[in-house]
């Protein structure tokens, strides 16, 4: 089973910017190849949300429309790493961040992912 580690969480000002990266062990998910990798986010008291993913072989991308036009998700293949560039933060975007990993096509539903990273916090202050 492949093991996600998120880094890259902190405290900024609003309109600010912060990376995340999410460093994966393999490639493999139950002996398939992956997928998408994706970043979700869970704020206290609320659902855990997409907020962006991409498709590991090919140059797809998706996004939140939240987040659509601030965040960038990107990979490095031979790192086995994807990373989320968050830029004019805001408040609401205070959250526990997640990565994720599926066998399938992107999905924008956390039940349908089958390896998740331990999270990394990210506070934006006003």
């Known amino acids: 089973q492949v093991q996600l580690v998120e880094s890259g969480g902190g405290l900024v000002q609003a309109g600010g910017s912060l990376g995340l990266s999410c460093a994966a062990s393999?490639?493999?998910?139950?002996?398939?190849?992956?997928?998408?990798m994706g970043w979700f986010r869970q704020a206290p008291g609320k659902e855990r949300e997409f907020v962006a993913a991409l498709s590991w072989s090919g140059t797809n991308t998706y996004y939140a429309d939240s987040v659509k036009g601030r965040f960038t998700i990107s990979r490095d293949n031979p790192k086995k790493t994807v990373y989320l560039q968050m830029n004019s933060l805001k408040p609401e975007d205070t959250a526990v961040y997640y990565c994720?990993?599926?066998?399938?096509?992107?999905?924008?539903?956390?039940?349908?992912?089958?390896?998740w990273g331990q999270g990394t916090q990210v506070t934006v202050s006003s």
């Open positions: 393999g490639l493999t998910l139950f002996g398939r190849v992956m997928g998408c």
């Open positions: 994720a990993a599926r066998t399938g096509p992107w999905s924008t539903r956390p039940l349908d992912y089958d390896a």
